[in-house]
Nanobody
């Protein structure tokens, strides 16, 4: 189990960029599969991007080509670089950490969320 703290949200104009970070503590970071999810008002939380312990990445179709997820294990941190932001990217962004043993999910931890608002 890890504790997750997000940072980097804020207000940005359409077309702008932000970089979110999520720092983990409480366990060895490397084996965790990490992800960014977002939840807009009145909507369900949805996957934005994930990166496995082997550095394999996956993205929602809506952010492909605009967002990049990366991780720096030496700093226990995962990043989400968001470029060409659109008003529809406005949401609370959550960091997620999962650790599995084979097909068994051992832990599933969430950060407190950081608000991203894209508006002129």
């Amino acid at each position: 189990q890890v504790q997750l703290v997000e940072a980097g949200g804020g207000l940005v104009q359409p077309g702008g960029s932000l970089r979110l970070s999520c720092t983990a503590s409480g366990d060895i970071f490397g084996p965790y599969n990490m992800g960014w999810y977002r939840q807009a008002p009145g909507m369900q939380r949805v996957m934005v991007a994930t990166i496995t312990s082997a550095f394999t990445t996956d993205y929602a179709d809506s952010v492909k080509g605009r967002f990049t997820i990366s991780r720096e294990n030496a700093k226990n941190t995962v990043y989400l670089q968001m470029n060409t932001l659109l008003p529809e990217d406005t949401a609370v962004y959550y960091c997620n950490a999962q650790r599995s043993a084979g097909m068994v999910l051992l832990s599933d931890d969430w950060g407190q969320g950081t608000q991203v608002t894209v508006s002129s």
